[in-house]
């Protein structure tokens, strides 16, 4: 039996819990050191399948006002896939008029999740 033993700090609140979590072959076995059960299930996906948000910009064609457009993921993607929906984000361009929560690049990567505005333009 392999054991391991990881420690994180947790992301979910702004109390940033250290967490500790142990696993035996590769399956979490006890999570501890959180002070709410978000603590508990963030550290159990952390350390077998972590995701992320990515926040970027793209420019803005046809706006007088705006030249670029914040953006995001629509949900989480699998943290392995954070550069390849960077690189994915290089040539993309909004057109205007842009307002929250249009898709501005749908299935980012084959991930099923869309890349979205999150302000106007």
Same mark, same amino acid.
């Given at each position: 039996?392999?054991?391991? =033993?990881?420690?994180? =700090?947790?992301?979910?609140?702004?109390?940033?819990c250290p967490l500790t979590v142990v696993l035996e072959d590769g399956e979490v076995i006890s999570v501890t050191g959180? =002070?709410?059960?978000?603590?508990?299930?963030?550290?159990?996906?952390?350390? =077998?399948?972590?995701?992320r948000i990515v926040t970027s910009s793209v420019p803005v064609d046809g706006s007088a006002s705006e030249r670029m457009v914040s953006v995001k993921t629509a949900s989480d993607i699998?943290? %392995?896939?954070?550069? %390849?929906?960077v690189r994915a984000l290089k040539d993309v361009r909004a057109t205007a008029p842009v307002a929250i929560g249009d898709v501005v690049l749908a299935d980012v990567c084959g991930t099923g999740v869309d890349i979205v505005a999150t302000k106007g333009a």
């Amino acid at each position: 039996m392999a054991r391991e =033993t990881r420690e994180l =700090t947790c992301i979910n609140c702004p109390l940033g819990c250290p967490l500790t979590v142990v696993l035996e072959d590769g399956e979490v076995i006890s999570v501890t050191g959180n =002070t709410c059960p978000r603590g508990e299930s963030y550290g159990r996906k952390e350390v =077998t399948n972590p995701t992320r948000i990515v926040t970027s910009s793209v420019p803005v064609d046809g706006s007088a006002s705006e030249r670029m457009v914040s953006v995001k993921t629509a949900s989480d993607i699998p943290k %392995d896939m954070i550069f %390849d929906v960077v690189r994915a984000l290089k040539d993309v361009r909004a057109t205007a008029p842009v307002a929250i929560g249009d898709v501005v690049l749908a299935d980012v990567c084959g991930t099923g999740v869309d890349i979205v505005a999150t302000k106007g333009a």
